[in-house]
Structure formats: structure tokens, C-alpha cells
């Protein structure tokens, strides 16, 4: 069963774009200089439409998580986490953990975590590995 | 609102609970606007408003025979209802119409005549969250209960007790799917759904429904009924994805809707006797004893250890058994509502001696949404 897929709209674009060639990208308010995500194309803080989008370092901690021991049938059979990042930026995201054990041992809450890239098709999926791993 | 000037006159749930495969989703919420009607001597021509969810009150109006000069489809999940109370109460201080039914039924575990479970792939959950393998409230709700067991330094077996104690009010319920006791090993030996989550600290899926009748507390006396009056009410909505929530150790809809009632009312925390709290899984009473001010943070997993809240404690909390052990169709908050009602009446089967204030506060998707009532057996 083919993963379940984001469909990009007009004001993700760019978000899916940049995951194609390897860049975690954010957006940030040219007037109160606030990062936030999901993408949209006016800031959230103060609603100023002067907003640009940027590269992030990637580099974020792990925040919560759950993990899944009911997959769902498109993403195999294993427990797998369902994890929150807190990126280094100040926003956080939703992603899986990879690159290491699916476990609570190897799941510790605030570890450090980088982005890392896998192609599905038309689609690039931001993923978090322990970093250094 | 002004405190007591809308009372609930009618109430009731379907006729059964639990597993009702001979009816669908439109069956269930007539069969509860019927025995609500019964409930207060009315048909469905004296009805002039209608709200639900999860069906649209085009559909329940036309379905019962029902010619409204208000309607209401707000739809923010399983408070909805919660939201339906505070906004009949306002239209008939308004004038918009006088007497209102608000209808609930769900095929949760049969899906007769019920819709799918999807997402559009390019909503902000289709994009940001789907990907990851979400699949069901049991991996979103419980999305930010790592971090806050960390924050507040509570533990597995603290999501536990919660489930332990309200499987002791459902053994005082005979409508109650689960009666059995249960012991904290019992809970945290249950099969993994998605950690730190076991299956005795999720919500049980059932068929079932429920209905209100409202109107003012003006007429309320001439029915049969001891009315039960609405003291205050509150409401609010934060996101549509949990992973965006702004606090993941405190639901500001919660805390946003839970002061506007307690305003409202002009009543303070002490003057609470009985206290629901939707508990679609084992954390939501956790985080609503402090968003609702009941406990300071870090303080709400002692106090139901210590037994505040369970049968003879000072706080009730959840006496039907819950989401967790009496029923769960989907969208709870009504059979929260019809608990508190049935406590104001002086009826529940777990009924809390006296009880003259009770406190009924609802969640919405994974965090999005919370409603409160207030409600009160005297003006
Ligand atoms: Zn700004």
C-alpha cells in the first residue's frame, strides 16, 4: 500500500520544494521577525503579509511522542514513532523519528535531533535521526 | 447569559447503548429526540430550534417533522454539544425561538450510515501530520502526554488511576459497558496501542446517542421535570492539529472556556459538587482538573490518587464511568451533558448526595476545541 502523501497547495509550495532538494524550509515575518509553520503566506503573531521564507538548520530536539504499535496499513507493520520536534528556529513539527530504535529507551524526550530527507515519488518527507547517528 | 434564565427541561439517551447494529446515525439521534420529547410532554411540532453535529440540523429537522425558526450546525467535535447549549441559550434570550432540541447519535462501533475517517491530503493535517502515520484520536490525542508527563513529573501509572477510579463509578451504573474493577497493574498490563498509551487508558467505542430539550427558566416550571437551570457557559477553539497546540502541558481552549463559564456563573471552584470532564482518553481529566483551576499544575494526578475524586470523595468526577468505562460513541460531550443533568435531577445512578452545582466541560477533536456548562437545580 503506497504511503499516504501531503498534496501541496499555492502557500505550501515552497515548503515541499525545498524538502526536494534537501532544505527544511520556514518562514519568517520581515516586521516582528517571528518564524512559524505550517506555512502560509502572512504571519501569525501580527498578521503582517511581509513575510520570507528560509532555510532552517535542521537542527532540532525531540518534543513528544507516541509510538504507534497499531500502524496504520501504509506504513507497514513495525512500531513506529509518531513524534513533535522542536526546531532550533522555535517551531515545532510533526515527523517520525528514524535511524535508531523504536523504543522508549531510545526515544529520550529532548534529545537532539536533525532533519534528514526520504523521497516517496513526487514527494520528499522531512524525517528526524538522532543527531550525529 | 444571565445565570438561571434557560433551563434544560428535557433529557435523555438512546434507548440502548453499546452495540445497536439495527440502527444508523440518523436512527440514533431520533430515537434520543424521541425520548427527550417523552421526557417533557412536547412533539416535534412545539420544537422551534434545532442543533446537532456530526448530522447536519437540516437532516434532523426534516427527519422529525420539525420547522425551526433557528438552527445551529456548529461542529467542532465531541463538544459540540457543550457549544449547542451555550448558543440555544442565547437565541432564546434573543428572542430567536423558545424551545430547543439538541441531538447527538453516532454509530461509532457498528458504522451503520456513518461516514469515513479522512483527511483531504491538502488540508494543513493532510500536509503535516497524515504523512507521519496518524491514524485515530488514540496517536493525535496523545501526541503531547510524553511531554507533559515529563513537565509535571507524573508517571504511567499516574494515567492509570484515573481509569481504575472511574471504572469504580461505572460499578454503580448498570448502563455501563465496562463494570468490572480494575487495578493499576490491570491498566498498565493491557495491550500497547501507542506509547505510553494502553488500551484500558482509551475510551471505549459504542453506539449510541443523546438529547436536550432547553427552553426558559420562565416556562421550565410548567413541565414535568424539575428544571435544570444553566448557570453559565463557555467556549473556544485553539488548532486543528495537535502537533500545533501552543502549550503542550495545557489546552488554552480549556482554560479560555472553563473561566468564561465560571464568570458567567459567578460561582468559584469550591462551589463545584460534581464535575465531568470528557475523557476520551486517561490523560484529559489530568490536564482538565488544572486548566479548569480544580488543581494547581502538577497537582491534579495526587489528587485523584488521594481519592478526591472517586465515589465518596470531595470532588465526583466523571460518575457515569466516562468515556473510559461507561460509553464513548465518538462525540461524548453529550453523555457528559446528560450526566450532569441526571446529578441536578437528583437521579443518576451514582448520584452525589445534595449536589446543587455541577460543572460539565467538553473537548473537541484532539485538543481543538472545548465547551463548558455550568448547570444548577436552583436559580
Ligand atoms: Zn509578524
Given at each position: 500500500m503506497d504511503r499516504a502523501l501531503p498534496q501541496p497547495t499555492p502557500e505550501t509550495q515552497h515548503f515541499w520544494d525545498g524538502c526536494k532538494v534537501g532544505e527544511l524550509r520556514?518562514?519568517?515575518?520581515?516586521a516582528c521577525?517571528?518564524?512559524?509553520?505550517?506555512?502560509?503566506?502572512f504571519c501569525p503573531a501580527c498578521g503582517s503579509r511581509s513575510v520570507e521564507i528560509y532555510k532552517a538548520s535542521g537542527k532540532a530536539i525531540l518534543y513528544s511522542y507516541v509510538i504507534n504499535h497499531r500502524p496504520r496499513p501504509d506504513m507497514g507493520t513495525a512500531p513506529h514513532s509518531i513524534a513533535v520536534v522542536q526546531l532550533e528556529e522555535g517551531p515545532r513539527m510533526m515527523t517520525n523519528i528514524v535511524g535508531c530504535p523504536q523504543t522508549p529507551e531510545a526515544l529520550q524526550l529532548d534529545m537532539p535531533v536533525e532533519v534528514t530527507f526520504e523521497t516517496f515519488g513526487a514527494i520528499a518527507l522531512p524525517f528526524f535521526k538522532p543527531a550525529g547517528a | 447569559m444571565k445565570p438561571g434564565s434557560i433551563a434544560v427541561i428535557g433529557a435523555a439517551e438512546t434507548?440502548?447503548?453499546?452495540?445497536?447494529?439495527?440502527?444508523?446515525?440518523i436512527g440514533l439521534h431520533a430515537d434520543a429526540a424521541l425520548?427527550?420529547?417523552a421526557d417533557c410532554g412536547l412533539t416535534a411540532k412545539d420544537i422551534d430550534g434545532v442543533a446537532t453535529a456530526g448530522e447536519s440540523p437540516v437532516a434532523i429537522a426534516h427527519y422529525l417533522g420539525i420547522t425551526p425558526t433557528w438552527a445551529d450546525g456548529t461542529a467542532v467535535g465531541g463538544c459540540s454539544f457543550m457549544l449547542h447549549v451555550r448558543h440555544a441559550a442565547a437565541a432564546i434570550n434573543e428572542g430567536l425561538c423558545k424551545t430547543v432540541l439538541i441531538t447527538h447519535g453516532e454509530s461509532g462501533r457498528s458504522r451503520v450510515g456513518s461516514g469515513g475517517f479522512g483527511r483531504a491530503p491538502s488540508s494543513l493535517m493532510g500536509q503535516f501530520e497524515m504523512p507521519y502515520g496518524v491514524t485515530s484520536p488514540p496517536t493525535m490525542f496523545t501526541i503531547p502526554v510524553m511531554r507533559y508527563l515529563k513537565t509535571r513529573g507524573y508517571t504511567e501509572a499516574d494515567l492509570a488511576m484515573v481509569a481504575v477510579i472511574q471504572r469504580e463509578w461505572a460499578a454503580k451504573n448498570p448502563r455501563a459497558s465496562f463494570r468490572d474493577p480494575i487495578t493499576v497493574d490491570d491498566v498498565l498490563n493491557s495491550p500497547m496501542i501507542a506509547w505510553p498509551f494502553r488500551m484500558l487508558m482509551c475510551c471505549l467505542v459504542t453506539d449510541g446517542g443523546g438529547a436536550l430539550i432547553l427552553?426558559?427558566?420562565?416556562?421550565?416550571k410548567d413541565f414535568p421535570q424539575k428544571p435544570v437551570y444553566i448557570l453559565g457557559t463557555g467556549e473556544s477553539v485553539e488548532t486543528p492539529m495537535v502537533s500545533q497546540m501552543e502549550d503542550f502541558n495545557s489546552s488554552k481552549a480549556f482554560r479560555v472556556s472553563g473561566k468564561k463559564a465560571f464568570e458567567e456563573a459567578g460561582i468559584t471552584q469550591a462551589d463545584v459538587d460534581h464535575l465531568?470532564?470528557?475523557?476520551a482518553f486517561a490523560h484529559l481529566p489530568l490536564y482538565g482538573l488544572e486548566d479548569l483551576g480544580f488543581c494547581k499544575p502538577g497537582e491534579a494526578a495526587g489528587f485523584i490518587r488521594d481519592r478526591h475524586t472517586a465515589p465518596g470523595g470531595k470532588l465526583p468526577l466523571n460518575t457515569n464511568g466516562g468515556g473510559l468505562s461507561y460509553m464513548h460513541s465518538g462525540m461524548y460531550g453529550m453523555y457528559a451533558?446528560?450526566?450532569?443533568?441526571?446529578?441536578?435531577?437528583?437521579?443518576?445512578?451514582?448520584?452525589?448526595?445534595?449536589?446543587?452545582?455541577?460543572?460539565s466541560h467538553g473537548v473537541g477533536g484532539m485538543f481543538a476545541a472545548s465547551g463548558t456548562v455550568i448547570f444548577?437545580?436552583?436559580t
Open positions: 520556514l518562514q519568517k515575518c520581515t521577525r517571528e518564524s512559524y509553520f505550517p506555512p502560509r503566506p | 434507548t440502548r447503548l453499546g452495540k445497536i447494529p439495527d440502527m444508523s446515525v425520548n427527550a420529547l427552553t426558559s427558566a420562565e416556562r421550565a465531568m470532564i470528557y475523557d451533558l446528560q450526566e450532569s443533568v441526571r446529578q441536578m435531577r437528583g437521579i443518576a445512578p451514582a448520584q452525589v448526595p445534595g449536589a446543587k452545582i455541577a460543572v444548577g437545580n436552583e
